[in-house]
């Protein structure tokens, strides 16, 4: 991936400061946390939950020059999210708002509760951020296999910054409305959460399209390593690896083909209009 100039892009960084103690239980809890709620999943149930108890409060730093550096990188890629979606929304005669994106390590206070290292990367709703912990690329290629470059970090970054895409539109409260209903079965509904995320996905995608279109950043294995990323948390990898086999009708998030399928959907397209994963099911 090739840096550019690019700053501001709406980043607060929260390392070094020092937080409070993990909520809930060991490790092993927390993995699964961040196997299900990884790459947008609602994070509210888990984040809320627990009784405090856990690691101890982290003491204040000082950020090396490699911790500077990555703050550097994600300020960047922030920069590229806002000044593309910024056009795509004006193409589309519509304004944008870029979510707040907020580094921090162990633990740090979300507007959906308190947001915890090991969940993996997400995107709050209600204040509209995206908080990452970039520890978790680390479990990302460890446990789960996936390469693992500078351009992960990008296509994760974008994927959430696709949740807040889908709040923007109104897609985000549909699906809320249609969960409160009480209407549907949780199969049924788990078939909406794959949609939003294969969505999230295709959005990613057209990011990666338009983005490289006007600051050329892509180099050669940069798409592969999104798909890899993709991929390696598909439901049906993690499923396997979990528990030995696939259950379908529980996928949240849609299987390792069909992220890889939206996300070159939308890279190949770049068009947001493109991007109707959900096929009648918020009609």
């Known amino acids: 991936m090739r840096w ?32 299900v709620f990884f790459l947008g999943g609602d994070p509210s149930a888990i984040l809320s939950s627990g009784s405090g108890s856990g690691s ?7 950020l090396t020059q490699e911790d500077k550096k990555i703050g550097e990188m994600v300020d960047m890629m922030g920069k ?23 580094l921090f390590e162990q633990t ?27 520890s978790f690329f680390n479990e990302l290629q460890q446990r789960f296999g996936a390469q693992v470059t500078e351009f992960t970090v990008a296509y994760v970054l974008a994927h959430e910054v696709g949740h807040h895409v889908q709040t923007l539109l109104g897609t985000t409260q549909k699906v809320d409305e249609l969960r409160r209903s009480g209407r549907y079965s949780e199969e049924e509904m788990n078939r909406v959460s794959v949609a939003t995320e294969l969505q999230a996905d295709f959005y990613a995608g057209v990011w990666a399209k338009q983005t490289d279109a006007r600051e050329k950043i892509l180099e050669p294995g940069d798409i592969d390593a999104a798909i ?8 049906d ?12 009708e529980s996928f949240t998030h849609g299987s390792s083909a069909q992220r890889k399928e939206w996300f070159m959907k939308g890279y190949n397209t770049g068009d947001i209009t493109q991007g109707d994963t959900f096929n009648q099911l918020l009609k």
């Open 56 to 62: 101890p409060r982290t003491e204040q730093r000082e």
């Open 237 to 248: 990898n993690i499923q396997k690896r979990s528990q030995g086999y696939v259950n379908q």
């Open 80 to 102: 590229w999210n806002m000044t593309t979606w910024d056009h795509v929304f004006q193409q589309n005669g519509m304004n944008y708002t870029p979510p707040k994106i907020i």
């Open 4 to 35: 550019t100039d690019d700053r501001g892009g709406n980043v607060e960084d929260r390392r070094g400061l020092g937080g409070g103690a993990v909520v809930g239980g060991g490790l092993g809890t927390l993995i699964i946390a961040a196997i």
């Open 108 to 134: 740090t206070e979300s507007g959906c509760g308190t947001a915890q290292a090991a969940m993996g990367p997400f995107y709050c709703p209600a204040d509209q951020s995206v908080y990452m912990d970039m």
């Open 228 to 235: 890899s990323a993709a991929e390696a948390v598909g439901d």
